[in-house]
Structures are given as C-alpha cells and as structure tokens.
C-alpha cells in the first residue's frame, strides 16, 4: 500500500451523502490519474481537469508530457482541444508525467486509456493495460477507484486487473474500486462526446464501484449514466458496438460487389433501404482501419471459446476490400490497354480515414502495398503522415498533378484533396473513388466510384 503524506478521504467505500461527495469531488479533493495521453486520453483528461481541477495525466512520451506541460496540444483536429489543455495547464488543473507510480500514490481515482491492440497473430493485446495496473497498484490506497476506459476483451477486469490490483498492491477486493467505463467517443468530436455527445456505461467489480463510478462520471457528462450488471457486461457493451460495425461496413462492402453484375448504383439502393427504421446500412469503402473496429472481433474470436463465424467472415471481407480495390484498378486500367505492372498509381490518402492521424490497420496503406506486390509504381500523398514502412514515395497533395500517373485511387477523403489540382493530372489517367466524395462536373473527369460503378 501507497504512504501518503496524507491521505485524501476515500472516493471508494466513502461515508459521505452523495452530495457532500459530489461536492468534494468537483472541488478536487479526490485527485485524479489519467494513464495515457494520445487521441482519447488527452481530451479525456481535459474533462475531468475542467470538472475537478485535480488531474495528473501519465504518458510513456517524454515528448508528449513536456508538449502538455508547455501547455501544448499534441493532438491534431480536435476541436477546443488545443484551448482547453492551454486554460487547465495555466491553471493548474491539469500537468502530465511519465511517472506513473508517483502519479498512483497522488491519486485517488485512476482513469485507464492507453492502448489495447492486436498481437502478429490477431490475438489481443492487453499488455500496456496490465502494465499500467501493475504500477497503478504500487500506488493504489485503500479508498481509491480504478476506472479502465480502454477497450477490454469481455472478462478482463474480472479475471486479469482484479486479481493483478489485489496481488500486487496487498489490499482486498472491498479495500478498492474497479469498474469498467469504455470510452464511445471517435476522434475529431471527442470533447464534445466526453462531456456528453452519448450515455456514459459504468459497470463495477461491484455495486460500491458502479456506485462510485456513477457518481464520477455524473459530474463529468451532461448525459445519462448507464450503470449495468458488472464490469464484464459492460465489456461487452464496447466490443458489441465495435462488431456490429465491422459486420455492418462488410455487408456495405460485399453489396458493393453487385455493383457491375446488376448494373445499379448500390449506394443509391443503400440510401434508400435505409429508409426503412430497421435498416442502417453503412457506407462501402476501401476496407476496415484504425485501431479500434479491425481489432475488437479478435477480442471475441482469439479470447473466448464460442465459435463466432460471422465475425470471422466479416473480417474476410473487409480485409479483402483492399485487394478488391486494386482488382477493380487492373479491370479498368486493362479496358485503356494498359497493365497493371509498370503502371505509375497515385493513392490519394494513408490514414485509416480522414482527419485522423492513425494508420494502424489502414486499408489505405494495404493497398499500396498490393499494388507494389503487382508491380505498379506507387506514390501516396497525405497531408497528416508520410509514407515511413509503405513501399509508397510520398507526394504532398498540391504536387500530384506532376506525377504522370496513369491512375488515381481515392482511399481517404482528407479535406486537403478538395483542394486538388484535377486538370494537372494526365487526362488518360483512371480515377477510382472509394468514398464517393468526388465530384466529376467540378474535377472534369470520369470518376469510378466504388458501390456506385461508372
Ligand atoms: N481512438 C479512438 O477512436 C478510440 C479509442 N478507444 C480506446 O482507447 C485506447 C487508446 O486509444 P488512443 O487514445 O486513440 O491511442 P493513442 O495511440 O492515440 O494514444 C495512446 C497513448 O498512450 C500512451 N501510452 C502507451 N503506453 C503507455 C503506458 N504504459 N503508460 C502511459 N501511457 C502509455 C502512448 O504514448 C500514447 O500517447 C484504444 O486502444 C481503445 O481501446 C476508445 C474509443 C475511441
Ligand atoms: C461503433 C462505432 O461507431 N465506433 C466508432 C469507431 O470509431 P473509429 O475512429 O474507429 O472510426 P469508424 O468511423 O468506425 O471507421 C473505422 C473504419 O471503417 C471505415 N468505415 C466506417 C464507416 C462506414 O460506413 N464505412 C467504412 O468503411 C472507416 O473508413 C475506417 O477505416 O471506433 C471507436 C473506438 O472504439 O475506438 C468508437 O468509439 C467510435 O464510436
């Protein structure tokens, strides 16, 4: 257990009125840790830094710690995100660490949101979480509260951070709080989503820790709070959001395929069926990226026992969508007589979708890489990252028109490409669309668009 020089009273177990809690919780009385300071974590702890004037954030980025205690923003495209970190570090609501032991002693609630990825093998990763709670638990104290916002393979909190915060900090399982409270947001809306774009879920180890969650993440949201079973139920909540949208976009995607054979626009067809309440299909695109949707089947299909194929079979399908896309490049290009090999191909976009600089798992960068394995000559242009480990020479936007390409293929729709000088680029050259945002009056070209055919 942690030696406070003294410690604040107990946010877990407290005797207070609910009130009287809730009051001292926005006068800061119950410092508070948040462990990961990237896309998510940063505007996460603007808020409670906004709420409760008392918050330490811990990253393992000695850089994005000093950018944050410079009273900088280090995360691009979120709006008022760059103020707000400004105000709370003048402020003094809000500095940063790499010391998270220390950080653990200081706090009395934990806030968890770093990274929980995919192994080489698809198999989840949860190793940073459980990192964290080992030196979480070299801090924790009898009283404190452990809210894990990452998103967790179902069981997680019950049969690894439980056990692992008991273990390594020596106290019992009622000495403490643990409740799970994913994070819903997506990046570019994510301080609007954390005060209150949608229901917070709680679900805690138990009833104390969904008790004490509650009364936390009330103050923090404008929205409702939705206390559930437990931390597993509310596990699952995150990653059934996560499946139902990798198996809605391959639905969108294989529909797409019917495009050439019926000979219809498939997003009209789309747009229109979802005028029924019951139907919400999604959009067709170039295949599955971010960190998040292309992982969170393997949460289920690497971790559990039940089989799942609908969920293998959608990551098929969309993990195809790249690959498809280039089929569709080597169909056309082959109807102008030319190969795919030795062609010159502009892939207009890297990141896994527009204004956001994250490329893990990006359709984008597959394929660029399919193309390189077919022999095309690649370049990539994006205005948020370079071409660093894609076989791509990088381009920057206003420079495409100098490329004698002999195609254009359209895989994120940054807003910089809007900007895009079209009558530069060879009039021979073929457009593939994969996001249906060109527009071939204003560009003055035949344009391809994925679900939609020419
Ligand atoms: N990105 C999104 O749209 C959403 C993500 N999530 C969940 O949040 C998690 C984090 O997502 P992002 O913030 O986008 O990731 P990110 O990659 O933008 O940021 C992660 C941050 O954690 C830091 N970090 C890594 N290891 C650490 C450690 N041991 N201690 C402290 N900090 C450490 C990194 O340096 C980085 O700054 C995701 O894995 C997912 O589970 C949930 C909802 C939305
Ligand atoms: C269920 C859900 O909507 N989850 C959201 C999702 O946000 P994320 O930033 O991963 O982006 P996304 O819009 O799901 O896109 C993921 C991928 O799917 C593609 N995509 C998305 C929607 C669509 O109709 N068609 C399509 O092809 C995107 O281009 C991208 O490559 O994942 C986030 C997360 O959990 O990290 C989550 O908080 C967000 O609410």
Known sequence: MSERAELAAPFYGSDRPAAAQREAFRNGEFPVAVYGLGKMGLP?????????????GVDVDESVVDTINEGGCHVQNEPGLADAVADLVDAGSLTATTDSVQAAKDARIHVVIVPTLITEDDHPDTSVVTSVARDIARGLSPGDLVCIESTLPPRTCRDVLGPLLRYESGLDADDFGLAFCPERTSSGRALHDVRGGHPKVVGGIDDESTRAATLAYEELTSNEVIPVSDTTTAEAVKVFEGLYRDVNIALANELARFTEELEIDVREAIHVANTQ???????PGPGVGGHCIPYY??????????????LATAREV??????????????????????LSGSAVVVLGLTYRAGVA?????????????????GATVYASDPMVDCEGVPATWVHPDEVGSIDADAVILATDHEEFEALDWASVPRS??????????????????????????
């Not at 089947?297 to 609908?310: C, D, G, H, K, M």
């Not at 994250?358 to 077919?374: G, M």
């Open 429 to 454: 050259a073929v457009v593939i669309d994969t996001r249906d945002v060109l527009d071939e009056d204003r560009i003055g070209r035949d344009v391809y668009v994925v679900g939609r055919g020419d």
């Open 318 to 339: 969309n993990d195809a969508t790249p690959g498809h896309i280039v089929g569709l490049l080597e169909g056309k290009l082959d109807g102008h007589g030319k190969a």
């Open 358 to 374: 994250e490329t893990r798992a990006s359709p984008a960068i597959d394929i660029c890489r399919t193309l390189d394995a077919r």
């Open 297 to 310: 089947p393997y949460f289920v299909l690497n971790w559990l026992e039940t089989p799942a194929p609908l």
């Open 277 to 283: 309440p019951f139907c919400d299909i999604h959009d």
């Open 44 to 56: 996460i702890a603007a808020v409670w830094g906004e709420v409760t004037g008392a918050v330490t």
